[in-house]
């Protein structure tokens, strides 16, 4: 592979990994503890990188439940509780991404995740799929000082690896990943794949993919 960029900035959830299953899994679980019935995992399936509060009150708030705001903190405790337990039964990377981000990284060009969830969940489902040795540095919600859409949690990622705006992608699947990237000022790919919201085509990014498998392609020829 030409090596075009110096470092690939990647999302996780959507992009890497489809853990939605458990994450709606661990939901659903909890609901059924609060009397509730569950929720269909298609309808939620793109809202499963939103955060487990932000997900939790989007459900309650459909079925017109509310809390106080001293109650919510014990209850996304309880659902990420619920998440730990089963964050690997039904989590997978997705098709093409274990050996093409070997290949990417044979290539010389240093990986990054940067991604809105926790160090602790992050790193333990690197270590899971054997991933952890691919990545030059692991940016969460909870060990940079602002997490995206701010442009300081990918400029933290490029500190890191010693590599600059110019020389760097950023690869996600949400509005979230794009604004980070632009806030950056880097290059940014989407793939159609993940959790967004809207088609990945309009999103604003600079490529679309619809398969990992294409990004070394991508990374060669993307002025």
């Known amino acids: ?4 960029w110096d470092a690939v900035l990647l999302d996780f959830d959507g992009t890497l990994v489809d853990s939605a299953p458990d994450i709606i899994a661990a939901l659903n679980r909890l609901l059924v503890e609060l009397d509730h019935t569950e929720v269909n995992y298609d309808e939620y399936r793109n809202r499963a990188g939103d955060g487990a509060r932000n997900l939790l009150e989007q459900v309650l708030a459909a079925r017109d439940v509310t809390f106080a705001e001293a109650e919510w903190p014990p209850l996304v405790d309880r659902l990420l509780d619920h998440y730990y337990e089963i ?29 809105n969830r926790t160090v602790w969940t992050t790193t333990r489902l690197l270590a899971h799929f054997g991933l952890t040795e691919l990545f030059g540095a692991v940016l969460c919600a909870d060990n940079v000082i602002a997490k995206k859409p701010d442009a300081r949690h990918l400029q933290e990622a490029m500190q890191l690896l010693g590599t600059t705006p110019e020389r760097t992608i950023m690869i996600g699947d949400t509005a979230t990943d794009v604004a980070a990237a632009r806030n950056a000022g880097i290059k940014v790919v989407a793939v159609s794949y993940g ?13 679309v993919l619809a398969g990992f498998d294409e990004l070394p392609a991508l990374l060669a020829n993307l002025p």
């Not at 990377?93 to 093409?100: F, I």
């Open 195 to 207: 959790y967004s919201k809207k088609p990945a085509a309009e999103l604003g990014a600079d490529a």
């Open 87 to 115: 964050m690997t039964d039904n989590t997978q990377p997705y098709p093409a991404v274990t050996d093409t981000l070997a290949e990417i990284h044979a290539s010389g060009m240093a990986l990054a995740v940067c991604t």
């Open 1 to 4: 592979m030409r090596k075009q």
